[in-house]
């Protein structure tokens, strides 16, 4: 049942990285102009808080139901000289402006075209403001109210680690780390909820600051203070940076630790993808992690020079995102940075020897690289593009650069015979000094004309044979209706490809075990990449590339079938659809990240309601003929390297990543049996696929009414066990309401307009890994048959292929686990009516997304098929997982430290390989459907929809259940208490070896600590020993521990204190790693759990950063005991987290889960409705009590080292880019 589809394919990609909470000392701003309050949404106010209390603020336990430009309109603002008069900045040129289509200018010329193009340009998103202050700082802010009274701020600075020069490689990434890091201004934001990060790529370095409107201290006014000047203090603190020694001292540490922690097997497998495809331009050799030999010794004045030389007023963008009045944010813009000049930080420079290096790369910058001509957010690169007959190359009227097999470049000179491109190595196709030693393999010519770029990359921790094949195509800007059109033909041809790969192509059990086709925009590599990327068994890796090429040519020969192209476009069109349903909800991180990514691309931004209308306008035209020409392009490449087929010009690009074997392995590969594979792949035959009949609904309207009169349904009130009254059958409640079903299915739903027209259904079967050994089944079954549910999906008459079909039609997810305690399926779905057919008035609606997902959840529970093969891709999913664990270090290590602690149980451990192969579908089918007992299930349910609707649907289609369903499984006289964890022994060191060609190293320190809700493995709670510890405890506080949330709120807040000391401690005081992780098992229904501290380091350090966390941990229980400045930052952590969780329908389905559950005893409502009341009111003595529950003792701790080992007689492959810091994964960039 893989229902996953490309989100990337079928949907807006909104990407949000991770971010980083720091907290810091808020400073009174001396700004007077305030931001605007929040306007609640339609009229409607959301409530910020779900916490009960009574008039004197305690816990109720009763019921809880009751450049040259400026903005449009903006006064031109005035320059800011200093007296002195300075010489130009040295690397400062003219070059096009960042904001792009946004630039005034430019954005005025778009509009102004309306009337005049052929094809009519895009709309603006009429909220948005750009404009550029007189001294180049260029800016863009977009009003937005999710959530209210917050903002986001990024500031771009476009030089990444594409703009080091030869000896700075890595310093781009580490300025980042002393920029920030180093700030004063940034700590000031300690403790006003705001989050801070930055991170570095190949054309950028990015700073944010996420905070509220206003602090939530008090000034000295008696008022709280706005924070968006406190936070452009602190990013223009960044413009400014000091470079203090001290701190590059400490970053430096920070970022040769973080070498060692990337450093993983997959971080290396990216780096020879990425070196590889961009072979011809700087982005080989120039990866933001950089060069640990020059990184070991840059002092104060390299650091200063190279922020100096690119943190410049004309080469950032500043983005602003949230709830703020426009004028107050241009005026603080204008505030905060309109001093800066670039002649100022020219003037500050250092190193007065790296001036002129520095001026020739920026002269051949703006001289022939895809940064001046397209984009100034892309690194300064060319491409060699592989396109179809008259797409052009944007640099192929100045400078031609041809290749010879190894690399020598001939340049020919443009008719400027100054021009920097034909003197200057800007692409660095020459040898450096610092190059790794890489002999490349040579490009093939598959057929006359056809050529391809071979690399073959094998190491002896590679567990799958992965295949890469790319083609790199210019960005076309989307800026009007014809453009768009395109985008839209794309986008139905790769999810039409995609759905054939994941469901068709799993039909026969292929050969590969994951593959995805894809065309993306990539602003940090300046072109789109065309990519196919499979994982296959290493014994059948020809096999899998001749069968995923085959679909490729497939779709590029005979097009996609008119099925497929209604099943897409009516899915593209409800995408777009909830997307402006969505409106201002959409949350300014969303909101930014699109911005960002729109801007960079040089696309035209629109807002979701203007995206919509586009979109439906675009679709209700849109012909077959031209997503089949769509089809074509996308395929091209493939297509082209057989004679006779549509062509195109450019090279192609093929990595191959397997293990280590002989010659006479069959899992062995080689340049000349890749490119033999590649090119019979070509050559094979291949037929239009045929639409499938795909059912419009699971549970037809007759099959429905004979259930209602089988099994009558009815409603009974809902029941807990944390002292919460039962609510009744018959009314809603706020802000859930609580029931069951007449055959015992405990049923949640919550009503959350935050994500509009999108739900979330979340059904938990307790049991688990814990089950398979109370119950008597074979071990593995229960965690195997849940991957065999998932992979599987026929129903009844219906094939899997029609069910997974319906799930695409109807745009609905679903995810099938078995964890150590339950088995949970996961699924997303829209509310409103899809699989729609007809745009308009034409329109044909279909049921709703609510109606479907519970079609599927009652087929699975009363007409599931189990199909031999699923249990076979099962079984082959775990066995790779398991001997994949074999060769990760951090796998194997975190697997050793577990199978210590937990005695060897194997509730906790890994499933190998013997006991997979042993589970039949025998023993999966009855070890599943046991568990899947209508008296046992609890459904929860979030979304935007009406709640009387969707309890009337889940009455028919769940009520009619019968409630002896699934009874043959049920194993008699067995016991249903969940066990504890297995005490722990006396603590102890474990040192673990893996062979690996470079140094790495791991640390653990594990030990005993409660469960997610403060029960302990003896039996007793947090609750209990606090009380007892605490002799003099008031009755008031008496009354607060008592509270079922209470261990919980303790352990949310000591994990956060501990995480906050380990950074405090272990990498910026003692300088050992580049960040250490404290995390707890958080089990709900098994008694006990364990925590367990992460850190990597280097090796030599290892056994210190060990020490360093023992330290911490210690101190906290003695030394340095938990502070209230401690404790006060944390619940704003906490709170903040929990706050913007509830935005969304998986965080409500997730805590609505377990709240009608008896193994659960203390979660019921109440661990809702008074969570920010049993935060607020926790003491450091209560955390400081509940530390003590924890085995912290020296004694107690179970440690653990694992290193790595260079194999005996190691020889390097010459065909191995062996380079070990080069790079980072595709789409992503380093965190600092």
């Known amino acids: 049942m893989k229902f996953q589809v490309a989100a990337g394919i079928l949907a807006t990609a909104l990407f949000v990285g991770d971010v980083n909470a720091f907290s810091f000392v808020p400073q009174r701003s001396s700004i007077a102009v305030t931001p605007s309050k929040s306007i609640s949404n339609n009229g409607r106010t959301r409530s910020s808080s779900l916490v009960m209390k009574d008039d004197n603020s305690k816990f109720s336990f009763a019921n809880l139901f009751s450049g040259e430009g400026a903005a449009s309109g903006a006064t031109p603002t005035r320059v800011r000289r200093s007296s002195a008069t300075l010489e130009p900045h040295p690397s400062q040129r003219d070059h096009i402006n960042p904001l792009n289509a946004l630039y005034p200018p430019n954005k005025q010329a778009i509009e102004e075209s309306a009337g005049k193009s052929t094809t009519p340009p895009l709309p603006f998103h009429p909220a948005v403001q750009s404009g550029v202050l007189s001294n180049g700082f260029s800016y863009v802010f977009l009003p937005n109210r999710s959530p209210p009274n917050r903002f986001e701020a990024h500031l771009q600075v476009f030089s990444g680690s594409s703009d080091e020069l030869e000896p700075q490689q890595g310093i781009a990434h580490l300025t980042e780390h002393v920029a920030y890091m180093g700030s004063r201004k940034r700590e000031r934001l300690f403790g006003t909820g705001s989050q801070t990060n930055a991170y570095t790529d190949f054309h950028h370095t990015v700073f944010y600051a996420a905070c509220p409107t206003y602090s939530p201290n008090t000034g000295s006014f008696g008022s709280p203070q706005p924070m968006l000047p406190m936070a452009l203090d602190a990013l223009c603190d960044v413009m400014e940076a000091r470079c203090d020694p001290s701190r590059i001292e400490k970053e430096r540490q920070a970022v040769l630790s973080e070498m060692t922690m990337v450093n993983t097997i997959e971080y290396r497998v990216e780096c020879q993808i990425l070196s590889t495809l961009h072979r011809e331009n700087r982005l080989a050799k120039r990866f933001p992690i950089g060069k640990e030999s020059l990184i070991q010794k840059w002092d104060r004045d390299d650091v200063k020079t190279w922020h100096r030389t690119h943190y410049r007023p004309d080469n950032v963008l500043l983005y602003i995102v949230g709830d703020l009045d426009p004028q107050y944010v241009q005026q603080t813009i204008e505030d905060k940075f309109g001093h800066l000049t670039a002649e100022k930080q020219g003037s500050e420079i250092a190193l007065p020897e790296l001036k002129g290096d520095a001026s020739d790369l920026a002269d051949a910058v703006v001289g022939n690289t895809l940064k001046q001509r397209q984009s100034w957010h892309y690194p300064p690169v060319r491409h060699d593009f592989c396109v179809v007959e008259g797409v052009k190359d944007l640099l192929d009227d100045e400078t031609k650069l041809v290749e010879t097999g190894d690399l020598e470049v001939v340049e020919k000179e443009s008719e400027d015979e100054s021009s920097i491109g034909s003197i200057y190595d800007i692409h660095l196709q020459k040898p450096y000094s610092l190059d790794d030693k890489v002999k490349f393999l040579k490009e093939a010519e598959l057929s006359p004309g056809k050529v391809i770029r071979p690399h073959i990359f094998k190491h002896e921790l590679l567990q799958n044979f992965s295949f890469h094949l790319f083609a790199k195509r210019p960005v076309e800007p989307i800026k009007d209706m014809e453009s768009f059109r395109r985008s839209l033909a794309r986008r139905v041809c790769l999810a039409a490809l995609q759905i054939r790969l994941n469901v068709g192509g799993r039909s026969d059990d292929p050969a590969f075990t994951f593959v995805e086709f894809n065309q993306l925009d990539s602003a940090r590599e300046g072109c789109a990449v065309c990519s196919l990327d499979m994982t296959a068994d290493p014994p059948r890796w020809r096999e899998a590339v001749l069968k995923s090429i085959s679909e490729i040519r497939k779709l590029g020969i005979h097009g996609v079938t008119p099925g497929e192209m209604e099943r897409y476009a009516s899915a593209l069109l409800t995408d777009a659809e909830q997307l402006a349903a969505q409106g201002d909800m959409i949350s300014h991180g969303d909101q930014l990240a699109y911005l960002m990514e729109t801007v960079a691309n040089g696309h035209t931004f629109m807002s979701p309601e203007q995206s919509y209308a586009v979109t439906e306008q675009a679709l209700s035209t849109l012909t077959l003929e031209e997503v089949n020409r769509a089809a074509a392009e996308l395929c091209s490449h493939i297509t082209g390297l057989n004679d006779g087929e549509l062509t195109s010009t450019g090279k192609v690009v093929a990595v191959a990543c397997a293990p280590k074997s002989s010659d006479n392995d069959a899992a062995f590969v080689d340049d000349d049996m890749l490119c033999q594979a590649i090119r019979e792949a070509c050559t094979i035959e291949v037929e239009p696929v045929e639409d499938v009949v795909v059912p419009h609904t699971l549970v037809t309207p007759a099959e429905l009414e004979e259930a209602m009169k089988a099994n009558p349904p009815s409603w009974e009130s809902g029941q807990f066990s944390d002292g919460t009254p039962n609510t009744p059958a018959d009314r809603i409640t706020r802000p859930f309401t609580l029931r069951r079903l007449s055959n015992g299915i405990r049923v949640g739903i919550n009503q959350n307009p935050a994500e509009s027209q999108r739900g979330h259904l979340r059904l938990v079967a307790p049991g688990g890994r814990d089950a398979e050994r109370r119950l008597g089944f074979k071990s593995g079954s229960l965690a195997v048959g849940a991957r065999a549910m998932q992979e599987g999906g026929s129903f009844g008459s219906f094939s899997r292929e029609q069910v997974e079909l319906f799930a695409v039609d109807h745009l609905i997810m679903v995810e099938i686990n078995c964890n150590e305690e339950s088995l949970v399926m996961d699924f997303v779905f829209p509310t409103t009516n899809v699989g729609n057919s007809g745009y308009g008035e034409n329109m044909k609606l279909g049921i709703t997304g609510t109606e479907s997902v519970l079609q599927i959840v009652r087929e699975i529970l009363v007409d599931f098929n189990w199909e031999e093969d699923a249990l076979g891709r099962s079984k082959s999913s775990y066995r790779t997982a398991h001997e994949s664990l074999g060769k990760s270090l951090e796998g194997k290590s975190t697997e050793m430290i577990m199978d210590a602690v937990t005695s060897g149980d194997d509730r906790f451990l890994s499933i190998d390989v013997d006991t ?294 190691l020889v390097v492959d010459e065909i191995v880019k062996a380079s070990p810091m080069a790079g980072m994964g595709r789409g992503g960039a380093l965190m600092g």
């Open 916 to 1209: 997979v192969n042993a589970v039949t579908l025998e023993d999966a089918k009855n070890a599943v459907m046991s568990q899947l007992r209508p008296k046992d299930l609890e459904i929860s349910v979030s979304g935007d929809f009406v709640v009387n609707e969707v309890l009337e649907q889940i009455l028919q289609y769940l009520g009619t259940v019968p409630a002896d369903a699934n009874a043959e499984f049920e194993v008699k006289d067995a016991t249903m208490e969940f066990d504890s964890v297995p005490k722990l022994a006396p603590g102890k060191h474990l040192d673990l070896e893996l062979e690996d060609s470079d140094p790495r190293a791991v640390a653990y320190v594990a030990g005993a600590a409660p469960n997610q809700w403060g029960f302990l493995a003896d039996g007793t709670s947090v609750a209990q020993r606090v009380s007892e510890a605490d002799k003099r405890a008031s009755d008031y506080d008496k009354q607060r521990r008592a509270h079922p949330l209470f261990g919980n709120a303790a352990l949310s807040l000591i994990s956060e204190i501990a995480n906050r000391r380990l950074f405090s401690t272990v990498r910026e005081r003692k300088q050992l790693t580049y960040d250490a992780n404290f995390s707890l098992t958080g089990f709900e229904r098994m008694k006990g759990g364990w925590f367990l501290v992460t850190v990597t380091a280097s090796k030599e350090k290892a056994q210190k950063a060990l020490d360093a966390c023992k330290e911490t941990l210690e101190a906290l229980r003695k030394s340095n005991p938990i502070s209230v400045d401690n404790l006060e930052s944390a619940k704003r952590v906490v709170l903040n987290r929990h706050e913007g969780e509830l935005r969304t329908s998986q965080y409500w389905a997730t805590i609505m889960s377990g709240i009608q559950e008896e193994s659960i005893p203390l979660k019921g409502p109440l661990s809702v409705t008074d969570f920010h009341a049993v935060i607020e009111a926790m003491t450091t003595t209560d955390l400081q009590l509940a530390l003590d529950c924890m085995g912290l003792e020296e004694s107690q701790l179970y440690t653990a080292i694992g290193k790595t080992v260079q194999p005996e007689g």
